[in-house]
C-alpha cells in the first residue's frame, strides 16, 4: 500500500510538471516594466508613496511610485519576470519614501537599517 501511494505521488507530480507551462523572463517586457514605474509616481503626502521592485531580482533596487498603483505595476513585474532565476546575495536596495514636489521619491535606506537588532 505504501509503494502505491509513493508511486501514485510521482506520476501526479510527474504529469503535474510536464503540463505545467513554464514563463521565463521577457527582457523587452521587463524593460517595459521599468519605463512604465515612471508614470506613477504622483502623490499628495509621504502615505500615497510606496517601494516596489525595479526589475526581477531583489538586487534590482526598489523605486518609489504611488500605493495606489502597486499591485497593478506588481502584475505587470511577475508577468515580465516569469520563473528567472536570481542570485543569492546580500543587497542593500531598500528605501525610504517620502512625496516631494508631489512625486513620489525614494533615498536609500541607512546601513543601520540593515544591521541585527
Known sequence: MKNLIVLSFFVF???????????????????DYQESLSDYKSCKTDADCTAIS?????????????????????KKRLNACGVGPCTLQMCYTDINVSCVNKVCTGTPKEMSYYSVR
Not at 55 to 66: F, I, K, L, R, S
Open 13 to 31: 507530480t510527474l504529469v503535474g510538471c510536464a503540463s505545467y507551462n513554464v514563463h521565463m523572463q521577457d527582457p523587452q517586457k521587463v524593460a
Open 54 to 74: 525595479k526589475g526581477c531580482c531583489p538586487c534590482d533596487g526598489q523605486e518609489a511610485v504611488n500605493q495606489k498603483y502597486a499591485e497593478k505595476l506588481n
